[in-house]
């Protein structure tokens, strides 16, 4: 049965994408009997009709066919907000000598994932990237910034991708190089690692008036250049990778040691040990009772929390090499560890209302729809998911009245799936119908 509605899908789609190719965006689409989901209130509507003219949604509601209107019946399927990867890096992608950039960028938009977020890529070939059609709409950040020096892991990964990472000297420093953002399109900027709190504050002040929106990843999985309280009672919006939380929630007896370890300025080879520790010790290292005053923080600040659970979820199943001194087996107790801690930090901050986005770490197309899945398996609500894949992160860009939600006047990108994802988020699997800026996308050739 499953085959016969594919087949007859794949049929239609295939006349509809000779269709539209040709005519279709310019005499307007109607999409029938389809039921619209509303991100906010996590809600679709009763089967309507939802017409397109340009690259905009014209109208929902009991519309009557028009003369010259393509017309499509959606046999009460369901229709999403094009998604969004709100944590990709591309400049990687760019960088790969294995895979076809322009491939592998129209295989998210197969799936429905019209936007990503670059959280780190050098800028040039960030901006080029975005230019080019036939790819998710992308919103960058450039180069991660971090007060110089640049920590060892971020030096590091500079190397093997120069612009990577740029280190910011001073005041004079930041205001350089948000004006050389803005002046490249830039419409957010990311803050790694550690940051004297008064270069910070003239950083987000900065990138306020300059319209951008600010991420932080704190680089190290406890001991953060900037605490994350800091950072949200400073103004930073978006937190990245749910570890930002750990040392937050650390029980009594661990609290007192990383204190101890903090203050007394030992660095790496002090802190390391103890890191390694913790991981080992996973969900345990945490008291469930300290998420009350984190959760409250967050939401008292507006900020958003990009968990990126797939990071831990990548390194439990395919452990990097081992730290020197550790044995393999060790070192996947400790990502074990790493990655049951992470989904703990995700439940207990989303069972107390953190708004939350979607998004992978990386850049494979696929990556959106494993993270979703890893935030529902969390306990995470579908329906925050799905807001956090859709409407959110619009928001954060100031991009709401434009994205994020089928409402008329929006743009037309979006997608219709046969089985409603608020009853499991792999009904996003494989949708029927993608439209992007009004047009049919071919998604017949999907694997
Ligand atoms: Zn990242």
Known sequence: MKELRRTRWTVVLLLLTGCVASRGVERGLLLENVRLLDPENGAFSKPLDLLVEGDRI???GDLAPRAGVERL??????????????????????????????????????????YVRDMGSPLLVVKELA???????????????????????????????????????????????LDELVASEA???????????????????????????VALDPGMPLFQGVPLVEALDR??????????????????????RFDAIRSGGGGLPTQMPFTFEVMALGADSIDRDRFDAVAERFARSGALLCPTLSVADRWRSEPPPAPPGMSQAAWQECMRGFHAANVVLVTELARRGVPMLVGQDGFD????????????????????ILRGATLLPARWLGAEGDLGSLEPGRVADLLVLEADPLQSVANLRGPRLVVQRGRVVDTSTEK
């Open 58 to 60: 014209a109208a929902v």
């Open 73 to 114: 019946d959606m046999a009460g399927g369901y229709a999403v907000p094009g998604l969004w990867d709100c944590h990709v890096h591309l400049g990687y992608l760019a960088s790969s000598e294995e895979l076809d950039v322009d491939t592998v960028r129209a295989e998210f938009v197969r799936r429905g994932v019209l």
């Open 187 to 213: 419409r957010l900027t990311k803050a790694f690692g550690t940051w004297d709190l008064e270069l910070l504050d003239h950083y987000l002040a900065g990138a306020g008036e300059s319209g951008l929106g």
């Open 235 to 256: 103004g930073v919006t978006s937190i990245e990778h749910a570890m930002s939380a750990w040392s937050e929630v650390l029980r009594d007896d661990l609290r007192a």
């Open 365 to 384: 197309p696929e990556g959106v729809l494993r993270e979703m899945t890893l935030l529902e398996s969390a306990g995470v609500d579908r329906a925050a």
């Open 131 to 177: 230019a080019r059609s036939g790819g998710p709409a992308v919103y960058y950040a450039g180069p991660m910034l971090e007060q110089a020096p640049l920590s060892p892991f971020l030096a590091q990964r500079n190397e093997g991708l120069p612009g990577l990472a740029q280190p910011v000297a001073d005041a004079a420093d930041v205001d350089r190089i």
